[in-house]
């Protein structure tokens, strides 16, 4: 039994830092891609960021890009998202999800495990 387990998230205000951790558990997710999604209230889950197997190749929403920064640490089998200048809309709870391949395709339909989310606040 895969388990994903999202921590870090908590209230800070406009302009700060958190950092999120994905701790995996069940089995090594060292051979496929990371991703982080978040759902804001109201509104539908979207992707954020993703990181290959091997962490050489990252991609970024535009919406997150030049403020957030993920990686990755195979030997703990755990991923990291740092997110820094937080803006009010980035008030979401976010999800930890592992790819089905080295690679991400950003599609939620072709993730296989799924976090159960961790809310970020951020309050202006």
């Known amino acids: 039994q895969v388990q994903l387990v999202e921590s870090g998230g908590g209230l800070v205000q406009a302009g700060g830092s958190l950092r999120l951790s994905c701790a995996a558990s069940?089995?090594?997710?060292?051979?496929?891609?990371m991703n982080w999604f978040r759902q804001a209230p109201g509104k539908e889950r979207e992707f954020v960021v993703a990181i290959s197997w091997s962490g050489r190749v990252t991609y970024y929403a535009d919406s997150v890009k030049g403020r957030f920064t993920i990686s990755r640490d195979n030997a703990e089998n755990t991923v990291y998202l740092q997110m820094s200048s937080l803006k009010p809309e980035d008030t979401a709870v976010y999800y930890c999800a592992a790819s089905r391949g080295l690679y991400s395709n950003y599609a939620e339909k072709d993730m296989q495990y799924w976090g159960k989310g961790t809310l970020v606040t951020v309050s202006s």
């Open positions: 069940g089995r090594t997710l060292s051979s496929v891609a």
